[in-house]
């Protein structure tokens, strides 16, 4: 058990640009899920895979945000035409279908200037 | 809607002092209760969780908590705190098949611990 990881660990950018981060969960786990932590705030759900399946997005998820797991795998969250209010901590977590305990990596800290 | 109220923000605690962070939570059915710590640079970590059962439950690092339905609470507790323990710590709530497809968090509790 590696745990999760998630790449990069910090990112800067500017306002208007894209930007790409990349979650790897532990093997064995079937089940992917975004958050996303702003300053102050407790973390908040974006979206969900079950394998390659994305089963749930929140509406915070904007249509500039998007996120695959095409072999059920690693996870992508791309979000595009990024704006200031982006900036934030961005939370991977994995865990079995039908199992309560999720399992955080270290999150991607976001800051967009 | 499921909904978490943690509603201090900052506690300070002398070190070998015991602690209580409050939770209190909203939702529909029976819930699933977390809580979960977070260091400087470090992800979530999960102290314990309750999904039916004993309502006292009991976690790693000397942590416990209590469900109390009537109350809608599920109050973190520690008899004597040390000073590794200072940091942010979250409750949440989760419901749906397998206890927590979509955890909903408190806005945390920062701890700080005086030696």
């Known amino acids: 058990d590696t745990g999760v990881s998630q790449d990069p660990r910090h990112k800067i950018t500017k306002r208007g640009q894209n930007v790409t981060f990349r979650c790897d969960p532990i093997?064995?786990?079937?089940?992917l899920y975004w958050y996303r932590q702003t300053l102050g705030q407790g973390p908040e759900f974006l979206t969900y895979?079950?394998?390659?399946?994305?089963?749930?997005k929140s509406r915070l998820l904007s249509d500039r945000f998007s996120a695959e797991r095409p072999k059920g795998s690693f996870s992508t969250l791309e979000i595009q035409r990024t704006e200031q209010g982006d900036s934030a901590m961005y939370l991977c977590?994995?865990?079995?279908?039908?199992?309560?305990?999720?399992?955080f990596g270290p999150g991607t800290r976001l800051t967009v200037t | 809607a499921q909904s978490v109220t943690q509603p201090d923000i900052h506690i300070t605690v002398s070190e070998g002092a015991s602690l209580e962070l409050r939770c209190n939570y909203s939702y529909g059915a029976t819930p699933y209760l977390f809580w979960y710590v977070q260091s400087p640079g470090q992800g979530l970590q999960l102290l314990l969780k309750?999904?039916?059962?004993?309502?006292l439950v009991q976690g790693i690092k000397g942590f416990e908590a209590e469900f109390k339905r009537s109350q809608s609470s599920f109050n973190l507790r520690k008899p004597s705190v040390h000073w590794s323990d200072a940091a942010e710590y979250f409750c949440a709530v989760g419901g749906g098949e397998g206890g927590g497809n979509k955890l909903t968090f408190g806005t945390g509790t920062q701890l700080k611990v005086e030696l």
């Open positions: 895979f079950q394998n390659e399946a994305q089963l749930e």
């Open positions: 093997s064995e786990h079937n089940r």
């Open positions: 977590a994995s865990s079995l279908a039908g199992g309560p305990r999720k399992y």
């Open positions: 309750y999904f039916s059962g004993d309502t």
